[in-house]
């Protein structure tokens, strides 16, 4: 009896530190779990995601969510994934929230500061994941906690799912859990905090990015191989000759202009806020079809040009085995963004066709099985999905009072992240972010990556608000 007593009185005890913790000054909490996250190295050469979904379950327990709503699943090992739940009224079926927790290699010697230390320094929080996408997980971590320290019911289950292997390599944590625990994720719809974002520029708020569409990622390998032979009586062909002149040809290549809904709502706003010169080259641009001149144009900008066509560019590049010898090999590697609705085969296809050489074997690199392989997949990347008034109108209302002035502009990734699978799921995917990042200071993959401290914290305060609008929208 009393040891029942007792262990009651240390329950209370303990739920009562953690709602304390919970009500503690919310920039505070998110800088605690964004320092946490940022030295957990979550790269693939040292932890992979496990250790980061471990502390964020651990944080969420101890702030009295149930075990049954906080569970930690994958494909085990280092590639294990965290997935929480915020009890909601049930009215409306759940809104999924998705963030990844692995980072990009960084190395100290690139670096001016230490990549895996948390640092504050100039108005500035450094360290790898700043930017992709630690603020992110520390941002809605924050906000699910405030929520439930504050016993807010919503409309809806709020699903938080921070995954492994965004970034590359094969176990992809938002794939994995749709494929095997899809009771687990299961949503209306997604927000994806690794995209959309507050564009600053000159120091001003300029744009709120809705993304809502993305380009589909590809590499394709570039191949020549030939006998060789002794450098002092040289042919007037070789593998090296061939596949420069291939390459060439790829850089020459313009792959057909194309709008979407998503990319023509992103170049009329663009058009309303430009001078009138450049708005009527963006209106030449919109109409159908579009003016040869605009197109010129637009095409010159290498910002505008990856949102109207697929692009594919040269980046890697090896041959030959000794300076005194004919080439037997030369190879290059190629690397795509395609627009929505064409597949990976598609344009293999139609690089085969601009190359116009068949002793240049252009295959596609798997990078799952790490393999090359004579055919790409067939799959296109979704469709836009359309813009859901209750995703839409609350960042219309919240921006306008954080961000006066500053449109909610729609718009189109020319990256590619896990919202490929979402949607292919059948769950409409929305990437918003509160966090402002200057145009020239976009440092994700980069050395000395930032985070702005006064843009983290305005994007804790946003995101709060936001998602709060979201699933309470009538
Ligand atoms: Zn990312």
């Known amino acids: 009896m009393r040891i029942r007593v007792a262990a009651a009185v240390a329950a209370i005890v303990i739920a009562a530190t953690a709602a304390a913790a919970d009500r503690q000054d919310p920039h505070q909490l998110a800088r605690d779990l964004f320092k946490e996250l940022i030295e957990i190295k979550t790269t693939e050469s040292a932890l992979g995601s496990t250790p980061a979904a471990e502390a964020m379950a651990q944080r969420l327990r101890a702030a009295g969510f149930a075990a049954q709503d906080v569970h930690v699943v994958g494909p085990g090992g280092r590639k294990q994934n965290m997935v929480a739940r915020l009890k909601g009224t049930g009215r409306k079926k759940p809104v999924l929230l998705i963030g990844h927790l692995d980072v990009v290699e960084a190395l100290r010697e690139d670096w001016t500061v230490d990549p895996f230390v948390f640092l504050e320094k100039d108005g500035y929080f450094y360290g790898r994941g700043t930017q992709d996408m630690k603020d992110g997980i520390a941002i809605m971590m924050t906000t699910l906690l405030r929520y439930h320290a504050e016993g807010y019911k919503p409309d809806r289950d709020i699903i938080l799912a921070l995954t492994a292997d965004e970034e590359g390599s094969n176990a992809n944590g938002v794939d994995w859990l749709l494929k095997n625990r899809r009771d687990l994720v299961d949503a209306e719809f997604v927000l994806n905090h690794d995209g959309g974002g507050v564009i600053v520029e000159n120091g001003k708020v300029v744009q709120v990015d809705l993304t809502a569409s993305e380009k589909v990622y590809a590499d394709f390998d570039l191949t020549v191989t030939n006998p060789g032979g002794h450098s ?17 040809r790829v ?224």
């Open 251 to 474: 850089a020459e290549h313009d792959f057909a202009f194309e709008l979407n809904n998503v990319t023509r709502a992103y170049f009329e706003h663009i058009a309303k806020r430009s001078d009138a010169t450049y708005a009527g080259v963006l209106r030449g641009l919109l109409q159908t079809p579009p003016d040869p001149q605009a197109l010129q144009q637009i095409s010159q900008d290498a910002i505008y040009n990856a949102i109207v066509r697929t692009t594919c560019v040269a980046t890697r590049l090896s041959g030959g085995h000794a300076n005194n010898a004919l080439p037997q090999t030369a190879r290059a590697n190629v690397n795509c963004r395609i627009l929505p609705g064409h597949s990976p085969e598609e344009v293999r296809q139609e690089l085969v066709q601009a190359i116009a050489d068949p002793t240049v074997k252009v295959r596609y690199f798997n990078f799952l099985t790490e393999q090359l392989d004579d055919v790409a997949p067939n799959v296109r990347g979704y469709a836009p999905p359309p813009l859901r008034p209750d995703v839409l109108k609350p960042l219309e209302r919240v921006a306008a009072k954080m961000w006066p002035g500053a449109p909610v502009v729609p718009s189109m990734s020319v990256g590619a992240s896990d919202s490929i699978y979402t949607n292919a799921a059948g769950l409409p995917t929305y990437m918003v972010s509160g966090s402002a990042l200057a145009r020239d200071d976009v440092r994700a993959h980069g050395q000395d990556e930032r985070m702005g401290v006064q843009a983290f914290y305005s994007a804790v305060d946003f995101f709060y608000e936001y998602l709060r609008a979201v699933v309470s929208y009538k």
């Open 232 to 248: 002092s009586v040289p042919p007037r062909e070789n593998a090296i000759y061939s596949l420069a002149r291939a390459l060439d």
